[in-house]
Nanobody, 118 residues
Framework: QVQLVESGGGLVQFGGSLRLSCVAS????????MNWYRQAPGKERELVAS?????NYADSVKGRFTISRDNAKNTLYLQMNSLKPEDTAVYYC??????????????WGQGTQVTVSS
């Protein structure tokens, strides 16, 4: 079965750092675009960063967050530095693909809570 399992969330102070991880299984990880989304209470889910052929970031996190992936370990990462209270949200791992496949699939993890205090 397909699984995306996030970890690394928690409570941090303003300006602190966290590294989120997403371990994937049940599909060909290297053939999928991997994404981090987040959703704050009362807000729409937003794309934070994307890692496929190209790396992309939301303007709100550019220069502070780094997305990376280790295809040999089927793992996606999000290094978050200089955290702000507005980064507080549930962060979700997402997989979309595969490239060149007959059908498009869209998989989601359960999410991990990130809370940034002052």
């Amino acid at each position: 079965q397909v699984q995306l399992v996030e970890s690394g969330g928690g409570l941090v102070q303003f300006g602190g750092s966290l590294r989120l991880s997403c371990v994937a299984s049940g599909f060909t990880f290297s053939s999928y675009v991997m994404n981090w989304y987040r959703q704050a209470p009362g807000k729409e889910r937003e794309l934070v960063a994307s890692a496929g052929v190209w790396i992309n970031y939301a303007d709100s996190v550019k220069g502070r967050f780094t997305i990376s992936r280790d295809n040999a370990k089927n793992t996606l990462y999000l290094q978050m530095n200089s955290l702000k209270p507005e980064d507080t949200a549930v962060y979700y791992c997402n997989a979309k693909g595969p490239l060149g496949g007959r059908y498009e699939y869209n998989y989601w993890g359960q999410g991990t809570q990130v809370t940034v205090s002052s």
